[in-house]
């Protein structure tokens, strides 16, 4: 599932991580590198990756307002059980 798609509204591609937390996929706070060859962050809930989206916006990186909505509802669904 993914909160963010890049788009000519977005600039970032977030996701829920197969492997657990939920991605920022070739996110541009993270220097690419030839060892590994990675550059996604990757935040362990959706508290800190709305808070990581919120160094994007301070950034001028557009991020999608619905990205935020998002994240929020799956945080309270998962909070109360229904997650």
Do not use: Q, W
């Not at 657990?20 to 809930?45: H, L, Q």
């Not at 799956?74 to 229904?82: E, Q």
């Amino acid at each position: 599932m993914s909160y963010a798609r890049f788009s000519t509204d977005s600039d970032v591609y977030v996701y829920a991580s197969a492997a657990g937390g939920i991605e920022c996929a070739r996110c541009r706070f993270i220097a690419d590198t030839n060892e590994p060859p990675r550059n996604n962050a990757v935040m362990v809930d959706e508290d800190e990756m709305i808070a990581h989206l919120e160094k994007h916006r301070r950034a001028g990186h557009r991020v999608p307002d619905d990205a935020f909505e998002r994240l929020r509802a799956d945080r309270d669904a998962r909070a109360s059980g229904r997650g």
